[in-house]
């Protein structure tokens, strides 16, 4: 029979309430993250109950640096498999039914942390592959209809069905990124930087509403006719703690930050917002940028790939690839573990990339290695300003930022 072997007794806790959860059906999902072992560029492991053939299974979504893996396993090779990975992790979150436990080590302590959830009579049901895609927000949320996304019988609007989708994914997003920082904190301080109508922000706060948090939100927003719009709603519908702000990334700056977001801030105004989270500390920062205007004047590409950009659309495309890369790489010099992704299907909307980034570690000063990468591609490729950078070292004033496209 197998009998794991753990260096610490959390460990052993810890791997023993995963047992549990699955054999009293309470299981949710399983995070091993900060991995430590000898399999290259994987980051983490999210482990999930399925059914398979009608049998439960446990599946593992393995995710490398530049790819996503899954594995499906029986339940007791799943929990050898847990065991084994479990060894090589420096942190480990299982969400159940009844309570949330987080496992903590280095070298020296191991570190367990139980928060117990509101009594439920749910049950969990087990997930097959062919089922519907879960929903983080409740269709018949009062929002849904103030916003126009649901008509009075709380059912999607037609022509609102792909907002509907991108929603979802947002919240589905938020959900995994938050789960891999201080998920045990009640109250969350988030700016959302272009806010537009609120689709997503009212959706945030809800979602947290439903994870028993307490948010403290604010939709940054240029146009007053919007600012006044979602206030309104927001008021209706008893979102005490959700504030809407006429201004932007220039005007407005919260004392305190955990989360940071500014989906589609034009050209410099996403580097604007991302110094804006990086400066005060942020745990999570999403950004999904778009108008990458500022690198393309400056690119002077190598001759070799002529031929590739004479046709135009891979210069936009080049010019974009590269814009973001230094976004990423500048988070990562400044401790963020950062993932850039596709936020949503091309054809939901032309402004499809998502840069996530969670806090991982406080530094002095950036990863000297990292900065060393920032400055050889700025060199192949003649950039001489970047505002991110600039921004980060004190050295771009807070003017002509651009606009909210």
Known sequence: MFAPNFSFDQEHQFFMDVQQSIENKSFERLILSQYQGELAQLEKMTFRIIELQGQASLSCLYHYSTQDVTKNYTIPE???KIAEMMSDCKQANLFSLHQDTQLKKNKKKAMLNTQKKQSSQTQVEQQQHN???????????PFLKHLGIADEKGQIIPSMARKWKQINKFIEIFSNAYAQIDS?????NIVDFGSGKGYLTFALYDYLLQQQKTPFITGVELRSNLV???????????FNH?????????????????VMIAL??????????IHTGIRLNASMIMCAPCCHKELRLQLQSPEVLQPMLQFGIHAGQQAEMLTDTLRALLLKAYGYETNVFEFVA???????????ATKRKNVEQPDPQIMQQIQDLKTMYGIQKHSLELLLRDQLPQENLGCKC
């Open 78 to 80: 799943g929990l050898e």
């Open 131 to 141: 089922r519907e895609k879960q929903r983080f927000v409740q269709q018949h949320s």
């Open 184 to 188: 045990s904190q009640q109250s969350l």
């Open 228 to 238: 006044e719009f979602c206030q309104n709603v927001a008021d209706d519908v008893g």
């Open 242 to 258: 959700l504030d809407f702000f006429e201004g932007d990334v220039r005007s407005y700056s919260p004392e305190k930050l955990d």
């Open 264 to 273: 589609h801030a034009c050209d410099i105004a996403t580097d604007f917002a």
């Open 346 to 356: 091309l054809e939901h909307t032309s402004k499809n990339k998502m840069i996530l």
